[in-house]
């Protein structure tokens, strides 16, 4: 990779986080300011940066062609009436997560009513490991996927309750495989529980997942497992629009 789209693209990631001003760039970058600027108004150029409040932030065209990408994912098109429904009959937020590639990424979200929001944003990845969604897809990945995430991948603690043992978390995902749900009981977040149910291809393969997530002051892990039925009638309503058909 050459040295400019290397640094577009650090550019780009640190201003998709949040917007940043001249020095920051540069300093992110290791460089003068006065190449932090060219760079920076190349983007412009293109659309992919704009200036805002003194500072720069992402550009509308990388917003436009992000939201293409989004849509390109028949999941998340097939999946959204359901989630929306979902989303209306428990009142909390419904995340949709689909694998692409190693990564499991956030492709639609439905907010809750009346609650704080979520740390979680579509185009966000959520931890296989740590997750209900996560969980979910591991669970049933095939034998050379886990052997690759799970015992060569980092394990990272983000709480207390996160599992980091690959024997641990390979028990853990055997139970969610038997059981046809996840549970994330402040594993990533604290204070934060949601349970989860697979997308199935209609090859049966489980790349994407469904969860119903909520603070624990608001539902406990218990509550939000009263859910469940609901929860796995839209997963398989999202299968069956998908392709797949139940024994």
């Known amino acids: ?73 028949d999941v998340r098109t097939v999946a959204r009436p359901h989630l929306a429904a979902l989303g209306r009959d428990c009142g ?26 979520m740390y979680s944003r579509i185009g966000r990845t959520a931890p296989l490991h740590a997750s209900g969604v996560g969980k979910v897809v591991l669970a049933y990945s095939p034998e050379p996927r886990l052997t690759r995430l799970v015992d060569g991948g980092e394990l990272r603690a983000y709480t207390p309750g996160t599992i980091c043992d690959p024997a641990a978390l390979r028990a853990e995902l055997a139970t969610v495989a038997e059981q046809g749900w996840a549970a994330d009981d402040g594993e990533f977040e604290p204070l934060i529980t ?30 939000l497992r009263r859910l469940l039925p609901r929860l796995r009638a839209t997963t398989r309503q999202i299968s069956h629009d998908l392709g797949w058909s139940a024994p």
């Open 1 to 73: 990779m050459s040295q400019g789209v290397d640094r577009a693209m650090r550019v780009l990631e640190l201003l998709a986080r949040e917007p940043a001003q001249l020095g920051e760039v540069a300093a992110d970058l290791g460089v003068h300011k006065s190449t932090a600027l060219r760079l920076l108004q190349t983007l412009e150029a293109g659309g992919f940066a704009r200036r805002r409040d003194g500072g720069w932030t992402v550009g509308l065209r990388l917003i436009g062609l992000a939201q293409q990408a989004l849509d390109s994912l």
């Open 92 to 117: 909390h937020t419904i995340h949709l997560a689909q694998l692409v590639d190693d990564d499991l990424v956030y492709v639609d979200k439905i907010e809750a009513r009346g609650q704080v929001r």
């Open 194 to 223: 949601c349970v989860a149910a697979p997308v199935r291809q209609a090859d049966w393969s489980v790349t994407a997942a469904v969860s119903v997530t909520a603070p624990t002051v608001v539902a406990t892990l218990a509550d």
